[in-house]
T-cell receptor, first 116, second 112 residues
Framework: DVKVTQSSRYLVKRTGEKVFLECVQD?????MFWYRQDPGLGLRLIYF???????EKGDIPEGYSVSREKKERFSLILESASTNQTSMYLC???????????????FGPGTRLTVL | AQSVAQPEDQVNVAEGNPLTVKCTYS??????LFWYVQYPNRGLQFLLK??????LVKGSYGFEAEFNKSQTSFHLKKPSALVSDSALYFC??????????FGTGTKLQVIP
């Protein structure tokens, strides 16, 4: 079974702090994703990566950055946390298909971040 | 741009009754469609997908979905609902740039 793990289930930080959320997958997937989930808004893509050291902006990248130094690890960084970044953060991974047909995404359990 | 719409925020159904969770899509090109489920305090889990072929797609936990090209719909169905099916359900469509785009989710409540 594919396993995607996230470093914390719950996190409480103060405004202005730098926050690191880490995601690790154990299935050698090329693609990795960071989403935030908010009630009524569904999942919104923050950043994704299709290879080591590669990153692409998603729909809402402002206020976030990412790092992918190793294939299995994809980190989300909040440079200066703000209260409007309080949310559930979900990491996912998938195989890359040259056909262009997206493959199933496998999700971690999520990190519920509260910024005070 | 690719998009999916889930018109119902919540669906209530009695245990043992059939359930339907609705999804409509808007795409340019071939539609590749997915359903995911999220149980409380968990990440999303894949249920099923439509790529090509039969319009009725069977997935995990007894769920199935019907692809209807003329109505641009991909509704999720189950013949007999269980209380354990209570969860948040997301429809998703291929996005050429980012992989997939998710809908806003529908909360399914199965009443004993």
């Amino acid at each position: 079974d594919v396993k995607v793990t996230q470093s914390s289930r719950y996190l409480v930080k103060r405004t202005g702090e730098k926050v690191f959320l880490e995601c690790v997958q154990d299935m050698d997937h090329e693609n990795m994703f960071w989403y935030r989930q908010d009630p009524g808004l569904g999942l919104r893509l923050i950043y994704f990566s299709y290879d080591v050291k590669m990153k692409e902006k998603g729909d809402i990248p402002e206020g976030y950055s990412v790092s992918r130094e190793k294939k299995e690890r994809f980190s989300l960084i909040l440079e200066s946390a703000s209260t409007n970044q309080t949310s559930m953060y979900l990491c996912a991974s998938s195989v890359a298909r040259t056909s262009g047909i997206p493959d199933t995404q496998y999700f971690g359990p999520g990190t519920r971040l509260t910024v005070l | 741009a690719q998009s999916v719409a889930q018109p119902e925020d919540q669906v209530n159904v009695a245990e043992g009754n059939p359930l339907t969770v609705k999804c409509t899509y808007s795409v340019s090109g071939n539609p590749y469609l997915f359903w995911y489920v999220q149980y409380p305090n968990r990440g999303l889990q894949f249920l099923l997908k439509y790529i090509t072929g039969d319009n009725l797609v069977k997935g995990s936990y007894g769920f199935e979905a019907e692809f209807n090209k003329s109505q641009t719909s991909f509704h999720l169905k189950k013949p007999s609902a269980l209380v354990s099916d209570s969860a948040l359900y997301f429809c998703a469509v291929r996005d050429i740039h980012t992989g997939v785009t998710f809908g806003t989710g529908t909360k399914l409540q199965v009443i004993p």
